[in-house]
């Protein structure tokens, strides 16, 4: 069956360290994959897209992998602070553009400590 | 703009009572979804419409109706409520933009408790 696989542990971190969160996904290809940021009691606010052909997309201190071939996503925060702290979501498009059915993980949760 | 609205924020019904949990957009978005999140699990997807008339089944659409009279509302009914629709639940609209579809927009959530 298809899934999608984030780290249900909370992942902990120093202020000022590159946190990484993986995403894993079996039985898909995915045109395109997105990482969502969600605090408590809120709605998923979307952060960044990668699509299949790229290997690499940055937006100021966040950064996405995707690798094809691993099926893998990371998604990097560099100089992490405590404002960071959130659950992350990703999610895939598996055939993208005029399709809406998007897959979701179910998050990790990031702690970052002062 | 005031993005994706849901209301109510909180509600709590017992089994067997109907309700409509209420969401709009106002960034004239072809494309809405409702979805429900539950402890450890990701967003599943309920219902999806792609324009105004237009309605779709998603991952779990059992015990949910949806319609879609206008481009800005997107209502989701509950026709008999049961214990295990105990959930938030999550209204989100896309732009169809050259063909592909843009960033989702969640709203804030309904935290519905099903007694």
């Known amino acids: 069956s298809q899934k999608i696989e984030q780290n249900s542990e909370a992942l902990n971190i120093q202020e000022g360290k590159t946190a990484t969160l993986t995403c894993n996904y079996t039985n898909y290809s995915p045109a395109y994959l997105q990482w969502y940021r969600q605090d408590p009691g809120r709605g998923p606010v979307f952060l960044l897209l990668i699509r299949e052909n790229e290997k690499e997309k940055r937006k100021e201190r966040l950064k996405v992998t995707f690798d094809t071939t691993l099926k893998q996503s990371l998604f990097h925060i560099t100089a992490s602070q405590p404002a960071d702290s959130a659950t992350y979501l990703c999610?895939?498009?598996?055939?993208?553009?005029?399709?809406?059915?998007?897959?979701f993980g179910a998050g990790t949760r990031l702690a970052v400590h002062p | 703009n005031a993005g994706v609205t849901q209301t109510p924020k909180f509600q709590v019904l017992k089994t067997g009572q109907s309700m409509t949990l209420q969401c709009a957009q106002d960034?004239?978005?072809?494309?809405m979804s409702w979805y429900r999140q539950d402890p450890g699990m990701g967003l599943r997807l309920i219902h999806y419409s792609v324009g105004a008339g237009i309605t779709d089944q998603g991952e779990v659409p059992n015990g949910y109706n949806v319609s879609r009279s206008t481009t800005e509302d997107f209502p989701l009914r509950l026709l008999s409520a049961a214990p295990s629709q105990t959930s938030v639940y999550f209204c989100a609209s896309r732009a169809l933009t050259g063909g592909r579809l843009d960033t989702q927009y969640f709203g804030p959530g309904t935290r519905l408790t099903v007694l």
């Open positions: 999610a895939l498009d598996p055939l993208g553009g005029g399709y809406n059915k998007l897959i």
């Open positions: 960034m004239n978005h072809e494309y």
